[in-house]
């Protein structure tokens, strides 16, 4: 596996950088997008992530147009913000029928236009965009997409295969989007679209992976489920690949732990192209350090001094434990952005609560994350039930519950309406969110412990209009879950909800949970700690590299501590096993 250069990756017009999250897709676009620009190419830099940070990384403003980078010439930048894209969508549609029908009539067509659908086909608009415009193809040699965490990235791609064939076979149109006028207009578009995506000659798709097994592992499993739809010219990069220059301890850890995952490294990427970028001992942003990243003599910064590292303590996890135990029962959730550890720390978490005597539910919403525990003894078994919420299987129950509900009762055009309806994208979010809404309802007896997906994943679950959720469920299956109507009103309860921010002590993953935070205030859901996971910082090591990147995280645990949070919990680096050890020690 060699080392990455730009000129790497300058083979195909259209890039599209994907991956779980955390694992650097935004730098590494950012990165190569400059080295390409600085090479004399035009390049456009397109963000679709609902949790962008282009502005993060060039320490600039990014407009939903192009915007200059001031400090690249010839690069260009775009924050594509779905949900501001679906509200010019939805009010592009309703505007024209304000003052001609019913205040009724007008909020139901918003209504039917605030859900995840609209979001995606608002998005998935602009992104056709840019992949058919003649004039951003002639303007730029280069478009990068920095696309979502791999769930968000997977529902994107597959837009244009799904809805193709659910244009194809719908005899009524897309009726689970409402009044979405133009829809069979867009059939063109999305196929030409899909065709750029496909072809190899022209789109290449960019798989970014940590050297750790889970990373590798989901990587695989994106690139797997995107070669299923015709997109086969895949490049991976391992990035933050770490070379130890002593004996430290944690040094040794790091890089024998790394070691291992690539020579695990699935066999699906034999047949694809293989390089890697280094741990560098700074963190990437700004100008500077993106264009440190080509300079092959670069990866440690000189060694730190004590005086150069200030003094900061911190609780341990524990302290959580302790705190919630006197309450017996309620709901813990760890939210943020993903690759944080949030399954770890809820379930470090969870376990502490068991060793205590409590009953806890332990689970999952998380698609891109798979619970499973061995090892637990007799007494922590009957204590601690561990389950995850499988899309797919929630929504094949969803559906089986809907149809057979109803079958006896509708007419054949009904029942084809109602067929009709759960074949939209729609039906996976109403699903999961009642899914979710029955396990939050069983803490009225137990602890409920709930590793949520990352931020964007999470902000469509809790954050989108209660009210438009329940009167999705309403008009699909005919009557609302109690768990659904009980589940806002719930989660904004601080005596029955409690809220963990979870971070790495680095700039993206905080800048991106403290807008998070901000979306959560907005719900009236204040959360309780912050968790700063994975420190360098609080392990003490001498490497110089590692030394650099603890250095640089002091910065971020103290703007958490001291500006972000109204509690702090500290969790020091372990190597992956470790840290999956220790879930048993809290």
Known sequence: ??????????????????????????????????????????????????????????????????????????????????????????????????????EDAITNMEEQLSGACTTEIAAFDEFSHLLTDKPVAEAYDFVLFDTAPT??????????????????????????????????????????????????????????????????????????????????????????????????????????????????????????????????????????????????????????????????????LSSIVEELAPLEKGVFMTMGKGGVGKTTVAASVAMGLVKKGLRVHLTTTDPANHLSYSGLTKDMKEKLKVSSIDPKQVVADYKAKVLADVTGELTEDELAYIKEDLESPCTEEIAVFQAFAEVVEEADNEFVIIDTAPTGHTLLLLLDSAGSYEKEVERSSGSVNKAVTNLLPRLRNPEETFVAVVTLPEATPVLEAERLQEDLKRASIQPHWWIINQSLYGAGTTDPVLQGRSAAEYRWINKVSTELADRAVLIPWKPAETAAASVQKV
């Open 1 to 102: 596996m060699e080392r990455l250069q730009a000129e790497n990756l300058n083979g195909t017009r259209y890039l599209f950088f994907t991956g779980k999250g955390g694992v650097g897709k935004t730098t590494t676009a950012c990165a190569i997008g400059t080295s390409l620009a600085d090479s004399g190419s035009h390049v456009l830099l397109v963000s679709t992530d609902p949790a962008s940070n282009l502005q993060d990384v060039f320490e600039q403003k990014i407009e939903q147009t192009a915007t200059a980078i001031a400090s690249v010439p010839g690069l260009h930048a775009i924050n594509l913000d779905p949900e501001e894209a679906a509200k010019t969508y939805r009010d592009s549609v309703v505007g024209p029928y304000r003052g001609l029908l019913p």
């Open 151 to 316: 769930g968000h990235t997977l529902r994107l791609l597959q837009l244009p295969l799904a809805w193709s064939s659910f244009l194809e076979t719908s005899d009524h149109g897309a009726s689970c989007l409402g009044p979405l006028s133009g829809l069979e207009a867009k059939k063109e578009l999305y196929q030409d679209a899909l065709h750029t995506l496909t072809d190899q000659a022209k789109t290449s798709l960019i798989l970014v992976a940590r050297p750790d097994i889970s990373s590798l592992k989901e990587a695989e499993r994106a690139g797997r489920e995107l070669q299923d739809i015709g997109i086969e010219n895949q490049t991976l990069i391992v990035n933050g690949l770490f070379q130890r220059s002593t004996e430290d301890a944690t040094a040794v850890q790091l890089e024998q732990g790394q070691q291992e995952a690539i020579d695990a490294l699935p066999a699906f990427f034999a047949d694809k192209k293989q390089y890697y970028l280094p741990l560098f001992g700074f963190h990437l942003t700004g100008m500077d350090s993106l264009r440190r990243l080509w300079n092959e003599e670069e990866s440690a910064s000189p060694s730190v001094s004590e005086e150069e590292r200030p003094s900061l303590e911190l609780p341990s």
